[in-house]
């Protein structure tokens, strides 16, 4: 069965503290890992796309890594304007995603 | 540049009544799509549309109905609203280009049924 799991569910780290979220999927004939931020009362907001195993994105203190069976996020030296919810998703035809469930970021001064 | 709008942002609804949920979108993009999100559970897919005139049902189209006259706006109707339709609804659209797009969503609507 096709499915995008997300872990973990919520994490929470001091201002500074790196750590990285993961998403695996099993969704033959993968075209694509999407990443989305989503805040309070938003819709999703999109970050990355990953094609194929080896590359990487980054955006300021996010970066994107893929492999065959799983993606991660990292957040290196967080700041709480980091805080939200981080989905991913992989497409199965053209506008059609399955989406994880999200890890809700909490980062403290 | 507004991008994607629903309205309204909150609705409460009684068990068995009726309403739309208005959704426009102004980058001329193709595709269009309503998803559901509910705690807990990712993002499920409600109805598509990939272009006007042309919709298909996602994996939870129950309860639901859609159209697409103009490429702009993509409204999603509830027939008979059920206490199992309390959710909050996103709008997304997305360009047909070459590969897969990002979605963009709105800001969502939250229902309420009680």
């Known amino acids: 069965e096709d499915q995008v799991t997300q872990s973990p569910e919520a994490l929470r780290l001091q201002e500074g503290e790196s750590s990285s979220l993961n998403c695996s999927y099993t969704?033959?004939?993968?075209?694509?890992l999407f990443w989305y931020r989503q805040d309070p009362g938003k819709g999703p907001e999109f970050l990355f796309t990953l094609y194929s195993a080896g590359e990487e994105k980054e955006k300021e203190r996010l970066k994107a890594t893929l492999t065959k069976k799983e993606s991660f996020l990292h957040i290196t030296a967080p700041k709480p304007e980091d805080s939200a919810t981080y989905l991913c998703a992989a497409p199965y035809n053209f506008n059609k995603f399955y989406f994880g469930s999200g890890t809700k970021l909490n980062v403290k001064p | 540049n507004a991008g994607v709008t629903q309205t309204p942002k909150f609705q409460v609804l009684k068990t068995g009544q009726s309403m739309t949920l208005q959704c426009a979108q102004d980058?001329?993009?193709?595709?269009m799509s309503w998803y559901r999100q509910d705690p807990g559970m990712g993002l499920r897919l409600i109805h598509y549309?990939?272009?006007?005139?042309?919709?298909d049902q996602g994996e939870v189209p129950n309860g639901y109905n859609v159209s697409r006259s103009t490429t702009e706006d993509f409204p999603l109707r509830l027939l008979s609203a059920a206490p199992s339709q309390t959710s909050v609804y996103f709008c997304?659209?997305?360009?047909?280009?070459?590969?897969?797009?990002?979605?963009?969503f709105g800001n969502g609507t939250r229902l309420t049924v009680t």
């Open positions: 980058m001329n993009h193709e595709y």
């Open positions: 969704v033959s004939g993968l075209r694509g």
């Open positions: 997304a659209s997305s360009s047909a280009g070459q590969g897969f797009s990002p979605l963009h």
């Open positions: 549309s990939v272009g006007a005139g042309i919709t």
